[in-house]
T-cell receptor, first 114, second 111 residues
Framework: DAGITQSPRHKVTETGTPVTLRCHQT?????MYWYRQDPGHGLRLIHY???????DKGEVSDGYSVSRSKTEDFLLTLESATSSQTSVYFC?????????????FGPGTRLTVT | GDSVTQMEGPVTLSEEAFLTINCTYT??????LFWYVQYPGEGLQLLLK?????DKGSNKGFEATYRKETTSFHLEKGSVQVSDSAVYFC??????????FGPGTRLSVLP
């Protein structure tokens, strides 16, 4: 299994509070991604990173920010959590932008915003 | 933009039945195609992949063939087991960093 961990695994927070989720990899892969998974939508890309301090927006980036100060860590921040951000969040990594390279996924973080 | 369509299910089968989960895609260029599986409470795991037309990906008894002419990548297994119960995602990756996932198909296999 690819060395990807996510923390916390579960979190309950109140509307309006900031929340940070952490993804840590031990594979030294260049690309890292944050997705959210909601019923009927599959996985939707929030942000991704193609190197230290290099990030870009995905399909559903509003209300989220990311940072990558080290190769191994990719942080996702909900600046002011809303109930619509209740979801399961997955981090993924990939070695190359080559189309043949698959992604490896972390175990997920279940976030509930009350 | 690129998109992936798959039957959402749920699909319920008896053990040892034949499985087909349909997946079609829309993309510019020549994407790579993937099937991922998600067991309860876990992240997605790569099941198989194909990177060019007519390639067949296979793993653990599952197979899928990249059909460019029908833009399809249907997942098949000849004899399912209870342990195959999971959610299956079809996905594509274009020449950049775009991974696009289908909505997932929940499979339940009954003993």
């Amino acid at each position: 299994d690819a060395g990807i961990t996510q923390s916390p695994r579960h979190k309950v927070t109140e509307t309006g509070t900031p929340v940070t989720l952490r993804c840590h990899q031990t594979e030294n892969h260049r690309y890292m991604y944050w997705y959210r998974q909601d019923p009927g939508h599959g996985l939707r890309l929030i942000h991704y990173s193609y190197g230290v301090k290099d990030t870009d927006k995905g399909e559903v980036s509003d209300g989220y920010s990311v940072s990558r100060s080290k190769t191994e860590d990719f942080l996702l921040t909900l600046e002011s959590a809303t109930s619509s951000q209740t979801s399961v969040y997955f981090c993924a990594i990939s070695e190359s932008r080559d189309s043949s390279y698959e992604q490896y996924f972390g175990p997920g973080t279940r976030l509930t915003v009350t | 933009g690129d998109s992936v369509t798959q039957m959402e299910g749920p699909v319920t089968l008896s053990e040892e039945a034949f499985l087909t989960i349909n997946c079609t895609y829309t993309a510019t260029g020549y994407p790579s195609l993937f099937w991922y599986v998600q067991y309860p409470g876990e992240g997605l795991q790569l099941l198989l992949k194909a990177t060019k037309a007519d390639d067949k990906g296979s793993n653990k008894g599952f197979e899928a063939t990249y059909r460019k002419e029908t833009t399809s990548f249907h997942l098949e297994k000849g004899s399912v087991q209870v342990s195959d119960s999971a959610v299956y995602f079809c996905a594509l990756k274009d020449s950049g960093q775009n991974f696009v996932f289908g909505p997932g198909t929940r499979l339940s296999v009954l003993p």
